[in-house]
């Protein structure tokens, strides 16, 4: 099976994402922390100015503004954390392809040269 350089290019990107995946999970998990210490710095805001004796209109479109980006940006931490435990190990799929790919080609090697 020949491949094009399209081809050739996919297979040595998945490659490189495979190979960076051990530093990219800790990037992932440390985003999702930095996300959620900003969203419990801004909820802590939020709830303390709605319990404050002085609380005003501006007060509560301040409220209304950032409460939705403070579940936004937990739902997206907590996402990051999901992809990153599901592919802890790697993903799997990606693994199965290189893995078939590499025997395919030492298979393909070994026909064109019995004796090498």
Not at 40 to 47: E, K, R, S, T, V
Not at 93 to 104: D, N, P
Request: proline residues 3%; charged residues 20%; glycine residues 6%.
């Amino acid at each position: 099976m020949q491949f094009t350089a399209h081809e050739m290019k996919m297979i040595g990107c998945m490659r490189q994402q495979e190979r960076r995946w051990p530093r990219t999970r800790w990037v992932l998990l440390g985003t999702a922390a930095f996300g959620f210490t900003i969203c419990g710095y801004a909820a802590y805001f939020l709830i303390r100015t709605i319990n404050s004796p002085t609380f005003t209109a501006s007060d509560a479109l301040v409220f209304a503004f950032l409460w939705p980006e403070t579940l936004g940006i937990s739902a997206v931490a907590g996402g990051l954390i999901a992809f990153a435990i599901r592919d802890w190990r790697g993903n799997v799929h990606r693994m199965l392809l290189l893995k078939l790919l590499e025997t395919h080609h030492d298979e393909a090697t070994q026909k064109d040269h019995p004796f090498a």
